[in-house]
């Protein structure tokens, strides 16, 4: 833990230095709303709250070190050998230790959380551009089963617009799907006008469905023409949109978990098992719509298959801690 708390510590000038310069996001003019920039900022952000929290960890530590030292008979327990005031004081500092550790824990995951955005757009993106995504064993794929999971299960695909002018990440993926949203506007005429010469020359071969190989040579040009030229253009501007409102979903989805767990954070007493409880109680009122109960579950799966950073240094902690005692065993 201590670790943990001096790279953070470190972090601090750095941090600080992006500050002064306006690096939070509410600074940037909406010109420069950028995906990227935003996500880069937000990040920031989050590492000076984290960075925060460590300054109040190493304290702590050191007043439970403290109490710790006055424990000098080795085999007797640690409690046995404390007077009750460290022992009550002793108890009050790792309750607050645990609730500083939860709040690392929250930006750790904050973190986590935006760099699965960026790589979700990046992964979409790909597939809208180049015809290409993750394969099974590439490192992006646990993101690709991520958005084809929405794809399957979101039923609400309207396009939804920034409800303030401000710069903020769901103003910031809005500009990048308008690209595809004017072209697929631009092209809805002729789309109209392919999928009309499309149904008729299935019509004409008496076909519900396209076999290419009944289709004369003429018609199969033009067909392929109709299918390449027109028509999964048009789908693919669709299906970007689709994806990058699925992923303003996760976006909204991630806030929500992130403001809900500080809330609960804050009433804990360093109990991880309060964490989740105001979403819980929002869930069970039917606060969230059918959406947003799919973009929170697939956050808590997320939890499970990309842990944060946080949870990474812990687990390796705890394996170094390990190792002695297997040694001891042998």
């Given at each position: 833990m201590k670790r943990i708390a001096?790279?953070?510590?470190?972090?601090?000038?750095?941090?600080?230095?992006?500050?002064?310069?306006?690096?939070?996001?509410a600074d940037l003019p909406l010109e420069r709303c950028e995906l990227r920039e935003v996500i880069a900022r937000m990040q920031f952000e989050s590492v000076e709250k984290a960075a925060a929290?460590?300054?109040?960890?190493?304290?702590?530590?050191?007043?439970?070190?403290?109490?710790?030292?006055?424990?000098?008979?080795?085999?007797?327990?640690?409690?046995?050998?404390?007077?009750?005031?460290?022992?009550g004081k002793f108890t009050e500092l790792s309750q607050r230790l645990k609730t500083t550790q939860l709040a690392q824990l929250m930006e750790s995951r904050r973190q986590r959380d935006l760099m699965v955005i960026e790589k979700m757009v990046m992964v979409a993106d790909r597939e809208y551009r180049w015809q290409d995504y993750p394969k099974e064993k590439d490192p992006d794929s646990t993101i690709y089963a991520a958005i084809?999971?929405?794809?399957?299960?979101?039923?609400?695909?309207n396009i939804g617009?920034?409800?303030s002018p401000a710069c903020t990440l769901e103003y910031a993926l809005?500009?990048?799907?308008?690209?595809?949203?004017?072209?697929?506007?631009?092209?809805?005429?002729?789309?109209?006008?392919?999928?009309?010469?499309?149904?008729?020359?299935?019509?004409?071969?008496?076909?519900?469905?396209?076999?290419?190989?009944?289709?004369?040579?003429?018609?199969?040009?033009?067909?392929?023409?109709?299918?390449?030229?027109?028509?999964?253009p048009m789908q693919r501007h669709g299906e970007f949109i689709k994806d990058i409102e699925h992923i303003k979903l996760m976006v909204r989805a991630?806030?929500?978990?992130?403001k809900s767990n500080i809330q609960d954070i804050a009433f804990s007493g360093?109990?991880?098992?309060?964490?989740?409880k105001t979403i819980q109680r929002r869930n069970k009122n039917n606060e969230f719509n059918e959406s947003t109960q799919i973009a929170l579950g697939l956050w808590v799966k997320i939890n499970e298959m990309i842990p944060s950073e946080f949870i990474k240094e812990l687990s390796e902690l705890g394996k170094r801690a390990e190792q002695p005692a297997m040694s001891n065993k042998k």
């Amino acid at each position: 833990m201590k670790r943990i708390a001096t790279l953070l510590l470190a972090l601090i000038p750095l941090v600080a230095t992006a500050a002064e310069r306006g690096m939070r996001v509410a600074d940037l003019p909406l010109e420069r709303c950028e995906l990227r920039e935003v996500i880069a900022r937000m990040q920031f952000e989050s590492v000076e709250k984290a960075a925060a929290i460590a300054e109040q960890t190493l304290p702590i530590l050191k007043q439970l070190e403290r109490i710790n030292s006055k424990a000098t008979i080795p085999g007797k327990p640690i409690k046995d050998q404390l007077s009750p005031e460290d022992i009550g004081k002793f108890t009050e500092l790792s309750q607050r230790l645990k609730t500083t550790q939860l709040a690392q824990l929250m930006e750790s995951r904050r973190q986590r959380d935006l760099m699965v955005i960026e790589k979700m757009v990046m992964v979409a993106d790909r597939e809208y551009r180049w015809q290409d995504y993750p394969k099974e064993k590439d490192p992006d794929s646990t993101i690709y089963a991520a958005i084809q999971l929405l794809r399957l299960t979101i039923k609400d695909n309207n396009i939804g617009t920034p409800a303030s002018p401000a710069c903020t990440l769901e103003y910031a993926l809005h500009a990048l799907e308008n690209e595809a949203i004017t072209k697929l506007n631009a092209g809805s005429a002729r789309l109209d006008s392919a999928m009309k010469e499309f149904k008729s020359m299935l019509a004409k071969y008496r076909m519900e469905k396209l076999d290419k190989s009944r289709l004369s040579k003429a018609d199969l040009e033009k067909v392929n023409e109709l299918i390449n030229g027109v028509i999964n253009p048009m789908q693919r501007h669709g299906e970007f949109i689709k994806d990058i409102e699925h992923i303003k979903l996760m976006v909204r989805a991630s806030e929500i978990t992130y403001k809900s767990n500080i809330q609960d954070i804050a009433f804990s007493g360093g109990d991880i098992e309060a964490i989740g409880k105001t979403i819980q109680r929002r869930n069970k009122n039917n606060e969230f719509n059918e959406s947003t109960q799919i973009a929170l579950g697939l956050w808590v799966k997320i939890n499970e298959m990309i842990p944060s950073e946080f949870i990474k240094e812990l687990s390796e902690l705890g394996k170094r801690a390990e190792q002695p005692a297997m040694s001891n065993k042998k």
